[in-house]
């Protein structure tokens, strides 16, 4: 066990950048499987949940791209999306669309920012370039922080 | 995983290992921090009402220091388990420390939606191997 310390090598980088490509399949297949069984959806919410999936994509390719410069490798997105339908089926108390769209936004949101606050107190010459590094996620991070604000207006709307 | 869960967390399990008070060296070598970085925290979360310390016995932690604990080690085999399920590490616990400070609580829960976890998490963590008992379990099952 050891205390909240800086990532410090490249493999450790790779590892939590693997967690983010992973946060986002996660988002990519629970907004599928929302869309999918949800069938009559308002078009504000279906709007909402494509672009969700759509974005969420986006992040895992950047992921990706920095992973394959670090050389490690990343989980299948069709290994993801079966562990998702398997826990998603098996959950009684499935909360709301919105609220578990919320709850994904806002999760990659704090993950981002405590990746990026991370990486800045660390003194570690990682061998990716680290201005595209820390750019990268935080444009990422950006997004998120839209995404949980578009999604806290729609349930505002719907109350 | 902030610091004063870490702490929480450590000083729990050191309690379940002594079956009584935790001595501040003990959660200072389990935290690998020197005993005066301890027990300034030790200070801190006595001031929050988490834990009571009373000197030459130890540290006791409060029922609500227990539920933060508990659920600080709950976060802990998410990573574990994460880790080992999904991403295949073979070293899971040694990374698993490495991690649990970067990991959130908010993002332990999103990877716990893609993990088996027993509903008795966090009872069957084996304290002295800093590990799920259950993943030992299931490994020696497999073998």
Known sequence: MSLQRPVGSDHQLARLLQIGVVLEEVVEARADKHASVSADLDPAVERLLDHAAEES????????E???????????FDEIQTLVEAQYESDDEFDGVLYDQLCNEETAYKFYDDLIEAIETSETDFSIDRDRLLSTLERIRDEEADGVEEVTELMEERE | ?????????????VQEQEDGPASTGDVADMLEVS???ANEMIGKLEEQDLLEHEKYKGVDLTDEGIHRAREALQNYCIIERFLLEVLEVEEF???????EGVIDETVAERLDTIIDREPQCPDCFDAEDDV???????????D
Do not use: F
């Open chain 2, 93 to 99: 616990r040694g990374e698993a420390k490495q991690l």
């Open chain 2, 35 to 37: 005993p005066a970085s």
């Open chain 1, 66 to 76: 920095l992973i394959a410069e670090l050389d490690a490798e990343t989980v299948p």
């Open chain 2, 1 to 13: 995983m902030n610091t004063a869960n870490q702490y929480l967390k450590a000083i729990y399990l």
């Open chain 2, 132 to 142: 799920c008992g259950l993943i030992e379990l299931e490994a020696e099952a497999s």
């Open chain 1, 57 to 64: 994509e986006q992040h895992r390719r950047a992921l990706e």
